[in-house]
C-alpha cells in the first residue's frame, strides 16, 4: 500500500500495528515501512517490534509517500493499522 502524506518542518514518525488501539501488539503482521521523498527511498524499516515496522525522519515541508508492505513483499497483509504523528 502506498500513501500520500505533507510533513511540517520537524520529524515525521510512522509505525505499524496489527490491532487496532494497541500500537504494541503486532500479531498477525509483518510489515517492511519505506519513506520516499521525490520518488527517492530515505529511510526503510522492518521489525521495530516483533512484525511492527518503525520510522523517524526529519521532514520539511513537502509531500512525502509511506510505502507498508509485508516482509518479503510475500503477499497482502490481511490488516494493520498505521499510524504518522509529528514530533
Known amino acids: 500500500d502506498y500513501f500520500e502524506v505533507w510533513s511540517p518542518t520537524g ?3 510512522v509505525f505499524t500495528y496489527g490491532v487496532y488501539s ?9 510489515t517492511v515501512l519505506t ?6 527511498p530515505i529511510a526503510t524499516n522492518d ?3 516483533d512484525g511492527c515496522s518503525e520510522l523517524t525522519v526529519p521532514a520539511s515541508p513537502s509531500p512525502y509517500v ?11 497483509i490481511p490488516t494493520y493499522f498505521m499510524d504518522i504523528t509529528r514530533q
Do not use: E, K, L, T
Not at 509511506?66 to 497482502?76: I, P, T
Open 11 to 13: 520529524a515525521m514518525n
Open 35 to 40: 519513506i520516499y521523498s521525490n520518488g527517492v
Open 66 to 76: 509511506v510505502r507498508v508492505q509485508r516482509y518479503a513483499d510475500s503477499g497482502v
Open 47 to 49: 521489525d521495530a517490534n
Open 22 to 30: 494497541q500500537p504494541s501488539n503486532c500479531a498477525g503482521i509483518d
